[in-house]
């Protein structure tokens, strides 16, 4: 266990609970009793960012995930990104800037959902987690560090509140 939790790890373990969150929801569900009901806290939680469409969502235990699978697609690659945004930003970031790097990885969404609502393709699992997944992981390489900063002064205000001990960037 760490005992002293920078805001990287803070904010990875946040989106980690996140992430987990989402394949909660069925596992609970599908255990009955009390916990359907966390499970069904879990999806009413999740409706409010997601269709969650049954015939476009990941199962586990004949339940459907929390959120569908490009809304899936899209936290998990963002809290792969996150997790390796100090080598992502070296790469691309340096290449890109965060507009053009945000709109770049979102034009195959964008394409996917167009197409489908035009009857030109036929939006499918692939495509919907290939996109997802492509527009996760871009946004999470301009994103990582503003949202790092955030963390840092929302656990600096806090500090005093709740006594828990964090260490800056460079510590």
């Known amino acids: 266990m760490f005992s002293i939790m920078t805001p990287r790890r803070v904010l990875i373990v946040m989106l980690f609970l996140w992430c987990a969150a989402i394949a909660a929801a069925p596992l609970l569900s599908s255990l ?3 916990l359907a009901a966390s499970g069904a806290f879990l999806y ?3 409706s409010r960012v997601c269709h969650q469409i049954d015939g476009r969502s990941f199962h586990i235990a004949g339940y459907k995930f ?3 699978i490009r809304c899936t697609s899209i936290y998990g690659a963002f809290f792969l990104g ?3 945004a100090p080598f992502a930003s070296r790469t691309i970031g340096r290449r890109l800037s965060s507009r053009s790097l945000i709109l770049l990885s979102a034009l195959p969404m964008a394409a996917d959902v167009a197409l489908s609502a035009f009857g030109i393709h036929e939006s499918t699992a692939v495509t919907r987690m290939c996109s997802g ?3 996760g992981f871009g946004l999470s390489v ?3 560090e503003p949202l790092e900063e955030l963390v840092q002064k929302i656990l600096s205000r806090s500090k005093n509140i709740l006594r828990i001990p964090y ?4 510590g």
């Open 32 to 34: 009955g009793g009390p």
């Open 44 to 46: 009413q939680l999740f």
């Open 66 to 68: 929390g959120v569908c």
């Open 82 to 84: 996150v997790l390796f």
């Open 133 to 135: 997944a492509l527009f």
């Open 142 to 144: 301009p994103l990582a």
């Open 167 to 170: 260490a800056t960037k460079a």
